[in-house]
């Protein structure tokens, strides 16, 4: 019996050819569904650099199907037939006895909608994950705690990266203490590649513009790598120039550059250009080499096998509900200062002129500064975790979500981070040259020129001492805030509310 012609879909965060999905068809009987879709595109306003990157990312991989002998359904946005749905556009394609391959979607939203589909649809799991779901699953199975670094321990094994046998190379699995260097003077970080927009690019960016050119973002100058060539050529860029001094600096944050040692590789490892595996291989071979450090290495490969495979499983076992978790309660607006309206605070305008123009902040800035700012004012985590996934170019819920509203915001009450990650200005002080051009004074608590990270920082321990007063981790610095003389300690508090007031005025801080 001849089998049936399939539909083979490709999901704008699945550009691989290397894809069970695609193994699963034939190209001589199959045809490929790939779709821009007005659904995707507005969920979020997402940043006009991000709606471009995936758009024209998509228009190649769909070029590189055809060379390879497929024949692709490509819907562009303004398609006069375009449904405006992921699940619109399966409909369209297809007739009701026409079977569906697809990698299971990496959202919760996008799956409950293929499910829902009148199709015999087969999903395929997306082993551009070195985990998976099961696997997760049974390694929480009975823990009291998900503690990324036993989760890490068990990638390491199963991948052999970094391993002498059933041993870490150098006798530790984790190297992290000497990865909090701050910036020697003068240091510089040789330029990224830049890919300028070629015809098919430049025919997305008059799309964007026009469609999402409102958003938040500046669209142009585009130079990021749209296919699998070119986000090579940016592994290689890291391999050799970045990941030697990656570990020294992870932690370092600066006005004068960008992007310091690191790789800018998250998004194209998320569109599928790259898999992880072949990058951490790479970071791997320069160590064997002598050509990085094995801080450096191992550092950069915990990032990846990691923290980005927990966070894949911490999102899928909290199920579709962890979204709207807030375990501390928080309900503050999200000030319009993440929108770009300004403030006198050097460190926070520093990241967001940064994500609006790059649609880029690296781990630090987005975690101790804009992340750090939104916890101890309180703003809803909802707000925070939609702002991220609007802003940044690699954002995806899978991975997002629960690096804003577990990692960074604490909202789901410890699951990812053992106790919150906020800091007062001495911590942004230390690891940035902000400060030196900033209108607060990082060194002053209180009073009017104060740095607000300091006021607020004891302003959040103090209404969260409930929760966190017994936290073994924060003892030392609840009995700082304890032995501090108790006019002082008002001072503090004042000081606080003051910019909590003016925040709920709407007044720039
Ligand atoms: C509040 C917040 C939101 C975040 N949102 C996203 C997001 O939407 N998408 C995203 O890919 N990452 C996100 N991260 C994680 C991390 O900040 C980015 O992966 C990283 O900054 C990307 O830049 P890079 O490629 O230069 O990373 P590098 O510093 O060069 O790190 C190497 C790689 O490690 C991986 N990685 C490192 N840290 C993490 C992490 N915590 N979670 C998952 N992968 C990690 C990435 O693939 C990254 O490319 C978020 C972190 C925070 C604190
Ligand atoms: S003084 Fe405070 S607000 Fe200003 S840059 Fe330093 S940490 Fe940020």
């Known amino acids: ?15 691989s050819l290397d894809s069970p999905a695609l193994a699963a068809g034939d190209p001589a009987r199959d045809r490929v569904l790939m779709a821009e879709v007005l659904g995707e595109a507005t969920y979020v306003p997402h940043h006009p650099k991000k709606i471009a990157l995936i758009f024209a990312a998509m228009r190649k991989f769909a ?16 398609d006069p037939d375009n449904a405006g749905s992921l699940a619109g556009e399966i409909l369209r394609h297809s007739v009701a006895d026409t079977p569906v391959q697809v990698i299971e979607p990496s ?44 989760f890490y321990r068990l990638m390491r094994r199963k991948t052999g990266l970094l391993m002498d046998g059933d ?42 513009e026009a469609r999402f050119g409102q958003n938040f973002g500046d669209l ?5 790598a749209t296919t699998r060539d070119q986000a090579l050529q940016l592994l290689d860029h890291f391999i050799r120039f970045n990941l030697p001094v990656f570990g020294d600096y992870q932690d370092a944050m600066t006005g004068r550059e960008l992007y310091l040692a690191h790789s800018l590789l998250s998004y194209a490892i998320n569109l599928g250009l790259l898999s992880p595996i072949e990058v951490c291989q790479r970071a791997e071979a320069a160590f064997h080499a002598g050509k990085a450090p094995l801080n450096a290495a191992e550092g950069f490969i915990r990032q990846i096998i990691g923290w980005r495979e927990y966070i894949r499983g911490i999102y899928f076992s909290q199920g579709p509900d962890y979204v709207a978790q807030n375990q501390l309660g928080h309900t503050r607006a999200l000030p319009p200062l993440y929108w770009g309206a300004g403030t006198d605070m050097a460190c926070v305008g520093h990241a967001v002129a940064q994500t609006r123009r790059t649609g880029y902040a690296h781990h630090i800035q987005r975690l101790m500064l804009t992340g750090n700012f939104a916890l101890l004012v309180g703003i809803d985590p909802r707000a925070v975790h939609e702002w991220y996934l ?31 990650y906020v800091s007062s200005g001495a911590y942004i002080n230390r690891m940035s040259d902000y400060c030196k051009g900033c209108a607060y004074d990082v060194k002053t608590r209180d009073g009017a020129g104060a740095c607000p990270f300091n ?16 936290n073994p981790r924060m003892g030392p610095i609840y009995r700082q805030w304890q032995k501090m003389d108790p006019d002082r300690r008002a001072a503090i508090l004042r000081s606080a509310e003051g910019i909590l007031a003016k925040l709920d005025a709407g007044e720039r801080v």
Not at 2 to 14: C, E, F, H, M, R
Not at 64 to 78: H, K, N, P, S
Not at 199 to 204: E, H, K, P, Q, S
Not at 220 to 224: A, Q
């Open 63 to 78: 070029d590189q199907l055809r060379e390879a002998g497929w024949q692709v359904d490509y819907t562009c946005l303004d």
């Open 220 to 224: 142009r100058p585009f130079n990021l």
């Open 107 to 150: 959202e919760w939203r996008v799956r409950a909608d293929l499910r829902a589909l009148p199709r015999d649809v087969v999903f395929h799991t997306d082993t551009r994950f070195i985990s998976n779901v099961a696997e997760f699953a049974a390694w929480a199975e009975g823990r009291k705690a998900l503690r990324m670094e036993y």
């Open 1 to 15: 019996m001849v089998n049936p012609a399939q539909l083979i879909v490709v999901l704008g965060d699945q550009l």
């Open 455 to 470: 006021s607020l920082y004891w302003h959040f321990l103090d209404r969260h001492q409930d929760r966190f007063g017994q």
């Open 167 to 208: 041993a870490p190379v150098g006798g530790a699995w984790n190297f992290d203490a000497e990865n909090r260097k701050s910036l020697p003077k003068g240091i510089k970080f040789p330029a990224l590649p830049e890919f300028p927009p070629d015809a098919v690019t430049a025919d997305v960016l008059y799309l964007v």
């Open 390 to 420: 609007s802003v940044y170019i690699d954002a995806f819920e899978w991975v997002e979500l629960p690096n804003t509203l577990g990692m960074s915001q604490w909202a789901d009450g410890g699951v990812v981070a053992s106790k919150p």
